[in-house]
Every structure is written in C-alpha cells, then in structure tokens.
C-alpha cells in the first residue's frame, strides 16, 4: 500500500484534474493534459523510488548489525569453549544468565586466592568486560563441612569476598559484583561430606561465578549452552 502525503504531489494531481475538467469544456488542450499526467508519473515513479532507497539503507543497516552480532557471538562461544578445554571450566547458559563453575579452590581454612588459580579468574574477567560489559557478577562462596555452619558461612564469604578483590584489580567495576555465601550448604557440595585438608576436601573448599546479563543491553547472547 503507497500513502502520498506530500504538498507538490496534491498541488500537481488539482491541477492535472483542473486540467481533465477544462478539456471536458474545451477549454484545455488535451497535449496539456498528458504532459501534465507524464510528469505526475514522474514525479510518483521518483518519489517511489525515494522511498525504496531509503528502506534498502535501512536494510542494509540492520544486514550489518546482525552480521556484527552473529560474529560476536561466535566469537564468545569460542572464549568459552577455550575455557573448557583449558581449565575444565563447566558453563551452564541459563534464561539471561551464564553460570561458571570454575576450577578455583582453596586450602584448608584459608580465604587467600591461591596464584595457581588467578589465570582463569583473568580468562573470566575478560569475557565480562568483552561480552558483558552492563551486566552483574554475583560470586558464590562455599566451604567444605568442618568446623560450625555459622563459621562456614563467614568463611564462604570472605572466599568470595577474596575473588571480588581480584576482579576488581583485573577491571571490572566493584558495584557490579555482588558476593553471596552458601558455607557447607549440602545441596551445593561437589563432594557430599567431603572435607579436611585433603584433595577432596578441597573439592568443596570453592566458589561459583554467576553473569546475570538479562538486563544489559550490549550483551552478547551465547549460541550454546
């Protein structure tokens, strides 16, 4: 459907009608007329064409964008499956949020980062300030059962509290981390009842990153999960 609107195409279209009546009276040539209709279909054939290239700019535009995230998006989905093959990492893409069960633990009763442990935090930051620039870190800190459950959940948090610290001097923003402690929560142990300073112990001794980019605009959505 074509809606003509303009003031020159009703102005040409009275007069070509003024014309048609006139020559009903014969008080107007009919070459008069046909000019005047040989320019309204230029000028129409003009307009149209005005409005076709404006439509294919657009199109054209959005062509672009989309190319322009299709390319993003597979470029994340190769950071991420990097960090699976080189650190074992295990990412799960919930509804607008990607969580990263990551291979960062730490000794018996101890908050401290462990250095071994700083490559992958650095791999992680880099994919949020990349990927997800607007969106919210929150970091889950766990502990293995020793010791009190009030004890434990101090202790997660502080774990937590640890990785936020580095996250920040790696360039991310400090209000955009949130940090939350689950201490010896059961339903949350890699290894039920695992603890003690022992390797599986440590197995527990951890803590689990979660992007929250449901909010963010400029974030890339990944294509697998």
């Not at 129409?44 to 998006?73: C, F, H, P, W, Y």
């Not at 442990?117 to 800190?141: C, H, I, M, Q, W």
């Not at 459950?149 to 920040?168: C, D, F, H, P, T």
């Not at 209000?175 to 402690?181: G, H, L, N, R, T």
Request: a negative charge.
């Amino acid at each position: 459907m074509q809606i003509r609107t303009s003031a020159g195409w009703t102005m040409r279209t009275g007069a070509v009608l003024a014309l048609v009546a006139l020559t009903g009276c014969g008080y107007a040539k009919r070459k008069d007329v046909d000019a005047q209709m040989a320019q309204l279909r230029t000028d129409m054939e003009t307009g149209d064409q005005g409005v076709e290239n404006r439509l294919n700019t657009k199109i054209d535009a959005t062509d672009q964008r989309v190319a322009s995230l299709e390319q993003r998006a597979q470029a994340l989905e190769g950071e991420l499956q990097s960090m699976r093959s080189e650190f074992n990492a295990q990412i799960d893409n919930m509804k607008g949020m990607l969580s990263f069960n990551l291979p960062v633990h730490f000794d018996f009763n101890s908050a401290d980062l462990r250095s071994a442990d700083e490559s992958v935090l650095s791999r992680f930051a880099n994919v949020v300030k990349e990927y997800y620039p607007n969106a919210v870190v929150t970091v889950e800190g766990f502990t293995d059962p020793s010791g009190s459950a009030s004890y434990n959940l101090r202790l997660g948090k502080n774990r937590a509290e640890s990785v936020k610290s580095y996250l920040e001097g790696q360039g991310l923003t400090g209000d955009a981390i949130k940090v939350v402690s689950y201490g010896e929560s059961r339903d949350r142990q890699v290894l039920p009842g695992a603890q003690g300073p022992g390797e599986e112990g440590m197995q527990n001794r951890r803590v689990s990153l979660v992007i929250d980019y449901s909010g963010d605009p400029l974030a890339v959505r990944p294509i697998t999960d």
